[in-house]
């Protein structure tokens, strides 16, 4: 996220010095999101990219869980609390996504796009977050559902990207319901494949590459 005054006025939130802007975030790394005090209220967090469910021992070593799907995410041992109890909104301007598989001509391999709304106006994705014995801090797992038809291509899914409205309905316990407008993609270069790379390179498009 690197557009905070636009949240702050969306959410009625005050971000401050806990901001950082960021282009190319990774598993592991803190996540911008924003959550519901119990007093009321909207309160910048960040914890990391990648769930552990509070239950899990140490000794077991579970691995982070960065998406969940919401067809199960409501019952599913490892996020069933969090669905009930722990609820956020992950911030952002846009996410990247790289083919799978070649179809219908599309491209194959590790070329990224970057996929935003016209003008890389901020978002909220739905999300969910506990905290296990075996981390130092909560983590954050973003809440996936089945991609739209026209970038079924890229990934068979996609994150719940919420308006602010249907966002602190969520918030407040309702049903994650998605904003239904089309995502722009924009092929960007190789650049961002590695995490340690960050800054505005990350999202610049490649020439006569949109959709």
């Known amino acids: 996220m690197r557009q905070p005054v636009i949240v702050q006025e969306d959410y009625g939130v005050e971000i401050g010095d806990a901001f950082e ?5 990774a598993p592991g790394q803190e996540l911008p999101t924003l959550q519901l005090r119990e007093e ?3 309160v910048f967090v960040k914890p990391e990219w990648g769930l552990v469910p509070a239950w899990a021992a140490k000794e077991e070593q579970p691995s982070a869980h960065i ?3 919401v067809e199960t995410a409501s019952s599913k041992p490892s996020f069933r609390q969090a669905w009930q109890h722990k609820r956020c909104l992950v911030l952002a301007e846009g996410y990247y ?3 799978a598989r070649s179809t219908a001509g599309r491209p194959q391999g590790r070329e990224p796009y970057f996929l935003s709304f016209p003008g890389q106006k901020p978002f909220a994705m739905a999300a969910i977050l506990d905290r296990s014995k075996t981390k130092a801090k909560a983590g954050c797992a973003i809440l996936t559902k089945p991609a739209a038809a026209e ?3 890229l ?6 990207i919420m308006e602010s409205g249907a966002a602190m309905a969520w918030l407040k316990g309702g049903d994650p319901v998605g904003h239904e407008a089309s995502l722009m993609t924009t092929q960007v270069s190789s650049y ?6 960050e800054g ?3 999202i610049e498009g490649m020439p006569g590459l949109f959709a």
Do not use: Q, S, T
């Open 192 to 197: 961002v494949n590695n995490v340690a790379h």
């Open 200 to 202: 505005p390179r990350c």
């Open 40 to 42: 009321g209220g909207l």
């Open 21 to 25: 802007p960021r282009f190319n975030l």
């Open 151 to 153: 970038i079924e291509w």
């Open 155 to 160: 990934h068979p899914r996609m994150p719940i």
């Open 67 to 69: 998406n969940a799907r």
């Open 97 to 99: 996504e790289w083919p």
